[in-house]
């Protein structure tokens, strides 16, 4: 299989600085990861685990106060890979977001211009974003397309957001955020806050774009693994800036290894008979100041697993099979 993006020790932190003194947050630390093309992946973990920041960091959307610190992330393009880390902010506008890889951003429905109806929208992002020169023609014709072949209907397009229920909004986005027909497309929390019939809705809208090929892969980024066991084949989990654990989504849901995974299945996936017998388990403690991150491993504090080793040695990412990876002493 080809490989689409491929991140190497990636380190990303936020540097905030006051009057006396400036601090790193390790958001994003030592993190490795391979997307194929036809995969649709799902990365889970708890609020502030990085998940937002790996999207950023995977477009290399680097804006103040995250800076990148090291590491290399590779995109193929035309079966070249190219170093994204290496290339300016300038060129990765025109040559990169959109056309190779596009986000569907946290909170982006809100976002929408209220006053513009939705075809000014999409004729704006598309001009400012990709082809300045393109009539505005020939970009409502090819909108109204796409809306047709994902079964959206045209009258939205003469629209004002405000109009529009909440998965309509995520849906139009999801559409306008793949009209060039990127590789990847990374939907980070596209269906929160919505109702589970909607979250339906827009999970088919981004099946629909993976099975008509209007994109090869997706990244969806969410803290509900009951969502992403709906749409993803493999399941990435991170915890306090590091994956923990990698593998076939089925598998980790009916094995899961990590300490860490197992308790963050047992408390979000819906849990039916158990909770009827009240044995609702959520991860003890709370998640660590990523400023001041624990040594060794960084479940260690939560860990009723933990050994000697794990406080003052960090766990490497160790192979369970060919496709399932667990970062956890437990299995050396
Ligand atoms: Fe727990 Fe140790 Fe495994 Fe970390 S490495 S999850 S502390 S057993």
New binding site residues.
């Given amino acids: 299989m080809s490989h689409i993006l491929k991140l190497e020790n990636v380190r990303a932190y936020y540097v905030i600085k006051n009057r006396s003194s400036a601090k790193e947050v390790k958001a994003v630390d030592n993190v490795s990861l391979t997307i194929d093309e036809s995969e649709i992946v799902g990365i889970v973990g708890e609020s502030g685990c990085g998940k937002s920041t790996l999207t950023n960091v995977i477009l290399m959307n680097i804006k103040p106060p995250l800076r990148f610190i090291s590491g290399k992330v590779i995109l193929w393009k035309d079966g070249e890979p190219i170093e994204l880390n290496k290339l300016s902010r300038d060129s990765l506008k025109k040559e990169i977001w959109g056309r190779e890889i596009s986000i569907v951003p946290q909170f982006a429905m809100n976002a929408l211009v209220p006053t513009y109806k939705v075809k000014r929208i999409i004729t704006d992002i598309y001009k400012s974003h990709y082809e300045t020169s393109s009539d505005e023609e020939h970009i409502i014709n090819m909108a109204t397309k796409r809306f047709n072949d994902l079964g959206l209907p045209e009258k939205v397009l003469n629209m004002y957001p405000f109009e529009l229920s909440g998965g309509m909004k995520q849906r139009v986005i999801i559409a306008i955020a793949t009209l060039m027909n990127p590789k990847l497309l990374v939907a980070d929390e596209p269906t929160s806050a919505l109702d589970v019939i909607t979250q339906k809705m827009v999970l088919k809208t981004l099946l629909d774009i993976y099975h008509k090929g209007f994109i090869k892969s997706i990244i969806f980024v969410s803290h509900d693994i009951a969502s992403v066991r709906q749409i993803a084949t493999r399941l990435v989990v991170m915890y306090a800036g590091k994956i923990?654990e990698d593998g076939p989504v089925e598998e980790i849901i009916r094995n899961p290894m990590?300490?860490?995974t197992k308790y963050l299945i047992r408390s979000v996936l819906t849990p039916e008979r158990t909770t009827k017998r009240g044995e609702i388990v959520t991860v003890p403690g709370f998640p660590p100041d990523l400023s001041n991150p624990p040594s060794?491993?960084?479940?260690?504090p939560r860990?009723?697993?933990?050994?000697s080793?794990?406080v003052s040695d960090e766990?490497p990412m160790l192979r369970v099979n060919d496709k399932h990876f667990v970062?956890?002493?437990?299995y050396s």
């Fill in positions: 923990v990590h300490p860490y060794g491993c960084r479940f260690h860990c009723n697993y933990k050994l080793k794990c766990p970062a956890c002493w437990l």
